[in-house]
């Protein structure tokens, strides 16, 4: 077994065609409207607007209604009919597959009661740090605050998986990390695909394609979006009573296999899995004294 998205696990049942799963998500993307698109919809909005809010998000832990509201941008009645509007409307990509005549609503219920036995073991409902480390609260925010910017900023949908504990980190063409000094110390490392990396630059840099990118820019792209993520960390950590201070974001050399956990610290990693298949990875050393 292994970790799969419910399209995944039709396609591998044959109960759909790859061709009709990708209709249904036509779909379901047509009528999952993001919150943004909604107020803009809805006339609350302009793209002005938009770009004030995504850009505020950078630098503080608000959801896109929440950080519009806060701006005075639009106002909290405002925002509940829109999260309104967005809840009703949601379609899940087993209903959409049924709407375009893929699978019944009998075929879907079965493969859905399949699915999730398939996928129990994986099922993470919130984030378990191993016993016996120190600062467990911090560790946990630092995986909350990487998953949120991964949606907030990067517009990426993922699972994730069980934090566990490691001694090697697996080879990734991009490993960038930060380091955490102060009250808790700590190195923060993102393991990154090629075509993660890609996906990254091109919320970053704000294009709709990057193939034209030299190599250096997507690597900054990954550097300037763990500085994001490592920035809101330490604004979060300090209302906890905790001040760190972080350190540029550094690439190291991935392409020359698995690197070791540093002598005299913890690796705990924590698995992220795209809906293409791609996987990266969040790690964090933490020292053992």
């Known amino acids: 077994m292994a970790v799969k998205f419910f399209g995944q696990f039709l396609i591998g049942k044959s109960a759909v065609t790859r061709s009709e799963l990708l209709r249904a998500i036509d779909l379901q993307e047509k009528t999952n409207l993001k919150f943004g698109e909604l107020v803009v919809e809805m006339g609350l909005m302009n793209a002005v607007d938009i770009a004030r ?19 005075g941008i639009i106002s909290e009645s405002q925002a509940q009919q829109v999260l309104t509007r967005q809840k009703n409307s949601h379609l899940y990509i087993g209903e959409a597959l049924v709407q375009i005549g893929a699978l019944t609503k009998r075929e879907l219920d079965t493969y859905l009661k399949e699915f999730k036995e398939d ?16 600062h467990k609260p911090i560790w946990e925010m630092v995986a909350d605050l990487t998953y949120k910017m991964l949606t907030r ?13 490691i001694d090697k980190l697996p080879n990734r063409p991009v ?10 110390s700590a190195r ?10 890609s996906l990254v630059a091109k919320a970053i840099l704000d294009e709709d394609s990057v193939e034209n990118e030299e190599v250096e820019v997507l690597d900054d792209s990954v550097k300037e979006f763990i500085n994001i993520v490592c920035g809101n960390i330490a604004a979060k950590a300090a209302q906890l009573g905790h001040s760190i201070d972080i350190t540029p974001p550094e690439l190291r050399n991935g392409a020359s296999g698995n690197l070791d956990v540093p002598e005299n610290h913890t690796g705990l990693m924590f698995p992220i899995y795209l809906s293409d298949g791609e996987v990266f990875e969040l790690t964090i050393f933490v020292p053992e004294n």
Do not use: N, W
């Open 188 to 197: 923060y490392v993102l393991s990154v695909s090629e075509s993660t990396r």
């Open 175 to 184: 490993i960038a990390e930060m380091g955490f000094s102060g009250s808790v």
């Open 119 to 134: 996928q129990l073991a994986y099922i993470v409902e919130k984030i378990e740090i191993p016993a016996g480390l120190p």
């Open 53 to 71: 809010v995504h850009a505020a998000q950078r630098t503080e832990d608000l959801q896109f209604g929440e950080m519009a509201v806060k701006l």
């Open 153 to 165: 900023v990067a517009g990426m949908s993922f699972r994730t998986g069980p934090c566990s504990v």
